[in-house]
């Protein structure tokens, strides 16, 4: 007892500064320790972030939020993966949907049977054995339902929600909780001499506040894990080479989709993302190759409605610290490292690092293999993900512009190397330890974005050609089955959690 982190302080309150503060409020209770959050209303908060994956409701299960209301409050939507459009080749779209594709059979993942099919030009592409896939082609949603064996039981999604209004949601439960908000602007960081962990904080006022353990949510300016600690950064811009964005909301002209719109534009992309009150857009490219003013033009461009306010540009340079955890400060969210927004994965990645620093939760010793462990665990969550991005640039046939030569031709990390030759070559994925993409995720990627996979599992051949027809058109039979009982988005979200 006399051991244990007596006081967190938690600095900076985006959406990472409230994730943790509610995380710990929980999990912590009041009883257990001191949690205080610091963040300064002249400095204000990123402000985008509003896509995210299945994985995000555990973590509001955990905090015990109801669904309806999470979604009134933050004027959200359900979504059930992400189109990609001029990607592969401008003109051509696909989908990257959560959930599972087809059935496996005989032991051997569905998808085996499908290419050998669809290799022999006797089978339509994979979205036709998706639910998600043909949900998001009608403009369907529904929660999962008990319905046995029907995909219906096993339907996954996540939510676009306001990011503001999230953690305005996670703030109030915080607060509820016994967390105690603090406004001002943290102008010193102070170190113990001896062994250089962080002491305290002073805030503009002059007041210092001091703690056992910081999480540093000071977004990209990493105010503790950086700017106090020195930790370094790993910079991956030749691989994501895009490094600024430019984000605007505008009006909306129709019902919500339930999906996440990523257009491909000549040096960059564009994110659609629909809320219940407004669609939130950005321009995600790199300044080598545009411009800002270009950037602004394009995305202004390619609005559905008229823009709410004036677009905002952030920048930012993809990669990660060389350690989240280091001494007695852990970094969350944009203060740990950047990957651009293409799959939605920032917020899980708050929620993932909470979750590694509750199961390595320290004392005040501050164990250091506790420390490596975590940083292990996150780095090797970052690597992957990052691997999963870089497939989305490298493997296109565009060559309309610089910006797409170059990804194109880019020499690639060695495990994404032995991941689309695997692919490529007899059609096998795996996933490696607690990697957060699966196999149907990198089968809807690499698939979609043109790699072609030569071979399949040879246990498929042990059925008949005719017989992987029949339960390939059956498994399609159901699905569109399944589909036709599925709700519009819009009636769902209007029976269950519009907002006022
Ligand atoms: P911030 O929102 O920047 O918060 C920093 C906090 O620190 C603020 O409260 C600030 O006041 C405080 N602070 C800083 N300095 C001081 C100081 N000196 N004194 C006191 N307080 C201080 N993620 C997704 O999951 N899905 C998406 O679709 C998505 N889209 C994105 C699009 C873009 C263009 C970008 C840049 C990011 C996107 N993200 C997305 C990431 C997501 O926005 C962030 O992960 C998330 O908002 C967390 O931000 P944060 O809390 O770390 O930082």
Redesign the pocket.
Known sequence: MDNRVRKVMI?????????AAAAMAKVLKNQYCDIQL????????????????PQIQLFNQMLGLDENEFIRRTQGTFKLGIQFVNWGHIGERYLHAFGEVGKDMEGVQFYHYWLKLFQAGEAPNIDAYTLNCQAVEQGRFMRPVDAGNSPLSRIAYAF?FD?ARY?MFLRDYAMERGVRRRE????RVSLRPDDGFIES?T??DGETLEADLFID?????G?LIEQALKTGYEKWSRWLPCDR?V?VPCAKVAEPVPY?RSTAHSAGWQ?R?PLQHRT?N?H?YCSQFISDDEAADTLLKNLDGEPLADPKF?R?TTGKRLKFWNKNCVA?????G?M??LE???????QSGIAKLMSLFPNRNFDQEDIDEYNRQVDFEYTRIRDFLIAHYHVTQRDDSEFWNYCRTMDVPDTLKQKMNHYRKNGRIFRTNEELFNETSWLEVMHGQGLKAEGYHPIVDTLSKDEIARRLESIRNVINKSVEYMPMHSEFIAKHCAAP
Do not use: Y
């Open positions: 600095v900076g309150g985006g959406t990472a500064g409230w994730m610091v963040e300064s209303d002249s400095i204000g908060t990123v402000g985008v972030g509003e896509a995210t994956i676009h990011a953690a001002g602007k943290i102008e904080i805030l503009d949510c000071s977004g990209f300016r105010l964005a984000a996440t994110w993302i939130g950005g995600v952030i930012f969350l969210g944009l203060a740990s950047f651009e927004p939605s994965t920032s917020i899980h990645l708050v």
